[in-house]
């Protein structure tokens, strides 16, 4: 099915463990976007990707790293995790940057303990 | 303050009723996205209107920006319905895309 697909679905970590959350769109879209959500919080933006072969940050990305691999994939990585990063991570993708309708992916619970 | 404040926070309504759920912003804003979190986490996108209404189905979506508000309307409410319902902005001239904290809305049979 055409849409955007994340792995994994839920991980358990250690602090200071290192782990690559996987995100990949099939529907040829331009910008690509890592969100996590927070209880009682809206979602805020880590990391987005205009266009391919551009990364830049959002409101949260200290802890994380982007890599833009191609047009379909956006990875996100946390390089020595913190408890402070236990979140459910969605990654979106859409047409052009913004102002266009979002797809989501279904999310990844992360615990980092 | 957040930039986009949504009430209620928690509703929950019988089936068939119908519901109104409202966000309002206090920035300038060339857009707005209304968007449906299942209890399962998944996000769907429903609207994106930036005047007027937006009608799909049940659902109904209006925007004021004069008054910077917007509704989400659902006629004869379902428990298939039952979710959280998140209103996020694009800020004019910012391209940036800011979410309010979202309503939890409960259709019981």
């Known amino acids: 099915n055409a849409g955007v697909t994340q792995t994994p679905k839920f991980q358990v970590l250690k602090t200071g463990q290192s782990m690559t959350l996987q995100c990949a769109q099939d529907?040829?879209?331009?910008?690509m976007y890592w969100y996590r959500q927070d209880p009682g919080m809206g979602l805020r933006l880590i990391y987005y990707?205009?266009?391919?072969?551009?990364?830049d940050k959002g409101e949260v990305p200290n802890g994380y790293n982007v890599s833009r691999l191609n047009k379909r994939e956006f990875s996100l990585r946390l390089e020595s995790a913190a408890p402070s990063q236990t979140s459910v991570y969605f990654c979106?993708?859409?047409?052009?940057?913004?102002?266009?309708?979002?797809?989501f992916g279904s999310g990844t619970r992360l615990t980092v303990v | 303050k957040n930039e986009v404040e949504q009430s209620p926070q928690n509703l929950t309504a019988q089936e068939g009723e119908f519901i109104t759920i409202n966000c309002s912003y206090s920035?300038?804003?060339?857009?707005l996205h209304w968007l449906q979190q299942h209890p399962g986490g998944g996000i769907v996108s429903l609207f994106m209107l930036s005047s007027g209404k937006k009608k799909h189905g049940r659902l109904i979506a209006t925007i004021n920006i004069q008054e910077k508000h917007s509704s989400l309307h659902i006629t004869a409410s379902h428990p298939r319905d039952s979710a959280v319902y998140i209103c996020a902005v694009i800020l004019q001239g910012a391209q940036k895309l800011v979410f309010g904290q979202g309503t939890r809305l409960t259709i019981n049979p």
């Open positions: 990707s205009a266009s391919e072969g551009t990364t």
């Open positions: 529907m040829n879209h331009n910008s």
């Open positions: 920035v300038g804003i060339s857009a």
């Open positions: 979106a993708s859409s047409i052009e940057f913004v102002n266009y309708g979002y797809t």
